[in-house]
């Protein structure tokens, strides 16, 4: 059984001053501290959070942002292509154009030089036929006589063709 007595009542009084006096110089503090950490460390906690979800919420936009870049220069890649495509059509039309100009041109002076040889061929051709028959025959005719003749003959060759 507990007993009362003067020194347990005394123990009890130191007991409690002391721990009063504890209370006020150390246990107060100590838990202010502890507090005041505990504060701290919410606030750090709550910043942390806010920070975190700032930083999902930039991820977020330059993820979209980076999407839509690759978008954008997928875009502009197709484009590019189709405007290559297109030039290299029409430099393809031009070319084609241009060799079909070129060879039609081209036989053009052919016929041309072709009826020019031809004329000539025929001219000297029928110089020499008209002179080989002067000679058979013994006749001489002077220059222009013969300019004329030929002219005749050829005129009268040109009409049956």
Do not use: C, P, W
Not at 66 to 92: D, N
């Amino acid at each position: 059984m507990i007993e009362l007595n003067l020194t347990s009542l005394i123990q009890l009084m130191n007991f409690l001053v002391l721990f009063f006096v504890l209370k006020k110089l150390l246990f107060d503090r100590f838990f202010d501290i502890i507090a005041k950490r505990q504060e701290i460390v919410k606030s750090e906690l709550k910043k942390a959070e806010s920070l975190r979800e700032e930083a999902e919420k930039y991820k977020e936009e330059h993820q979209k942002e980076l999407s839509e870049a690759h978008e954008k220069a997928a875009a502009i890649v197709a484009t590019a292509e189709k405007q290559a495509e297109k030039i290299l059509l029409e430099a393809k039309d031009k070319a084609k154009a241009e060799a079909s100009r070129i060879v039609t041109l081209a036989e053009a002076q052919m016929a041309q030089e072709r009826e020019k040889a031809m004329s000539e061929i025929q001219g000297v051709v029928i110089a020499t036929a008209v002179e080989i028959a002067l000679r058979v025959l013994g006749k001489e005719m002077d220059e222009e006589a013969r300019r004329q003749y030929t002219k005749k003959v050829m005129e009268n060759l040109g009409d049956r063709e």
